[in-house]
C-alpha cells in the first residue's frame, strides 16, 4: 500500500475497497511500532523510491501517519510538502523498518 505514497495521481474519486482499507490499517499499526522501535534511534522517519520523478521522497513519521489516515478517510492523499534539506542518513525504507522490527521483537 505504501506504493501509493508515491503515486498522488491516482484516481482521487475512487474509494478504498475493503482490502485496500485493510492494508492501510495495517500500515498505521506497523508504523506506530516502526516509529516507537526507530525514533529514539535517530531515524525521522521513511524514504520512498519514486518512480516516477526517480527521486527519492522523505516523510516524517507524522507526515506519513497524517497521509496513511487520509488514504484511509478520503480514499486519496494530497500532495505535501517535503521536509527542507532532509539528512538522508535519519531515513530508512519500509523494508528495512519492517526488518528491524521483526528482528527486534524476535529477541524479546
Known amino acids: ?24 490499517v495495517a500500515d498505521l499499526g506497523d508504523l506506530a511500532v516502526f516509529q516507537a ?5 535517530g531515524i525521522r522517519g521513511v524514504v520512498v523510491d519514486c518512480e516516477d520523478c526517480e527521486e527519492q521522497h ?6 506519513l501517519r497524517a497521509s496513511l489516515q487520509q488514504l484511509l ?9 517535503p521536509p527542507f534539506d532532509p539528512d538522508p542518513a535519519s531515513y530508512v525504507t519500509w523494508e528495512y523498518c519492517r526488518g528491524f522490527a521483526d528482528a527486534t521483537l524476535a529477541e524479546q
Open 37 to 41: 522501535l526507530l525514533a529514539p534511534r
Open 73 to 81: 478517510e478520503e480514499g486519496h492523499m494530497r500532495p505535501h510538502e
Open 1 to 24: 500500500m505504501l506504493d501509493a505514497l508515491h503515486d498522488v495521481t491516482a484516481p482521487e474519486d475512487l474509494p478504498l475497497d475493503e482490502d485496500e482499507r485493510d492494508e492501510v
Open 58 to 63: 522523505f516523510h516524517d513519521w507524522d507526515l
